[in-house]
């Protein structure tokens, strides 16, 4: 676990205390900061990248809502959400966004003598867990989902994220969509009042305190989950069929997204229908103003996300990622041209 997580950490120290020395010295390095959520495959994108072009990226992962936080403040070139803002926030900031790459949410677990891929939940009890509703591992509700497992008379630690979340967005979003309770109760959004549990920052933090903590359970992004060995859920679909977070069940969650369907390409693909579709499959996306300021730089930022698009995909099936569909880079291409403008008016990037 160790491994994994100490890239992460470093370059967020990095970012936060070289302070304008490493700015200066990386002046051709793109400049990003937000959700954890897909932070391995940019940090693996980045590498690859790298190799190739002798560009790098300094990427602050610091959560969706630091990465809003960041673009609009104007101090990196792109900023990083899994939670896509709507319309009218995009238009009164003056943003663009498009998709990047989609993923899953896994619950983790901590249970002794529980294996990954053994225990099977479903939306309900797991909001009534994540409610305090439910409160030790041998409740009539789980061992109804899990006849033949063996479950502990032991109590549930939850653990949540304590930053502003895309993560939580689309965990809180699943939640309501399957529970009326958590719908009128908590709701959904980055950063909500958590009845129950221990926040913890990040995906890291969060698969961090999981991890240490006997009889919890958690949420992270599955890449987190894989390779850190953890022990994941599977989970009941919309359909009532038991699925196992794969890239496979991601991509059938997204299958029929209709992504032209919202501005910014703003599509949540929690609780979709299909027998094999992952219920908490979620998008991240890529936020850059229409007309930067500095537009050689967001040049580059676009530059390095289609590069990614066209040779990221291989990257991306390894950590179970799912790249986005040819169609829908297309026509992100074609909206860079059309809305990522320097002063001149002419776009800041081609894909052609």
């Known amino acids: 676990m160790k491994n994994f997580f100490r890239p992460m950490a470093y370059a967020v120290a990095v970012a936060a205390s070289a302070g304008f020395m490493l700015s200066a010295a990386q002046a051709a390095d793109i400049s990003g900061a937000g959700a954890t959520f897909p932070y391995p495959i940019y940090a693996k994108w980045a590498d690859a990248y790298k190799k190739e072009t002798g560009i790098g990226l300094n990427y602050q992962s610091i959560g969706s809502g630091g990465g809003i936080k960041q673009i609009k403040a104007k101090t990196v070139t792109f900023g990083a959400s899994d939670a896509p803002l709507s319309g009218d926030e995009l238009k009164e900031v003056g943003l663009a966004q498009f998709p990047m790459v989609m993923g899953g949410i896994v619950p983790v677990v901590n249970i002794e003598g529980v294996e990954p891929g053994k225990l099977v939940l479903d939306g309900e009890t797991l909001a009534k867990i994540f409610m305090g509703e439910i409160t030790s591992w041998d409740d009539a509700a789980i ?5 033949d497992l063996s479950l502990p008379s032991q109590a549930i630690a939850v653990v949540h994220r304590s930053d502003g979340s895309g993560t939580t967005y689309n965990f809180t979003y699943y939640l309501a969509d399957v529970s009326a309770d958590w719908k009128e109760k908590i709701g959904v959004d980055k950063a909500v009042e958590w009845p129950v549990g221990i926040g913890a920052k990040g995906n890291e933090g969060v698969a961090n305190n999981v991890a240490q903590t006997s009889g919890s359970i958690g949420y992270v992004e599955y890449a987190y989950a ?3 060995k953890m022990t994941y859920a599977d989970m009941l ?12 069940a991601f991509a059938a969650a997204a299958a029929n997204a ?3 369907s919202q501005p910014g390409y703003g599509v949540i693909l929690a609780n979709q229908p299909g027998a094999e579709s992952w219920p908490m499959t979620a998008a991240t996306w890529i936020l850059v103003y229409k007309q930067p300021e500095d537009a050689a730089a967001t040049g580059e930022a676009l530059k390095f ?13 390894e950590l179970d990622y799912v790249a986005m569909p040819e169609n829908v880079v297309k026509s992100v291409e074609e909206m860079w041209a059309k809305d990522v403008v320097g002063s001149d008016g ?3 990037y081609s894909a052609m």
């Open 258 to 260: 209709d992504w032209n």
């Open 226 to 228: 894989k390779q850190n």
């Open 237 to 248: 679909n919309k359909d009532g069929k038991t699925v196992a977070p794969t890239a496979e």
């Open 346 to 348: 002419k776009p800041v």
């Open 143 to 147: 061992k109804k989902l899990n006849p």
């Open 305 to 317: 996300f289609d590069w990614s698009y066209k040779n990221g995909g291989k990257m991306a099936d």
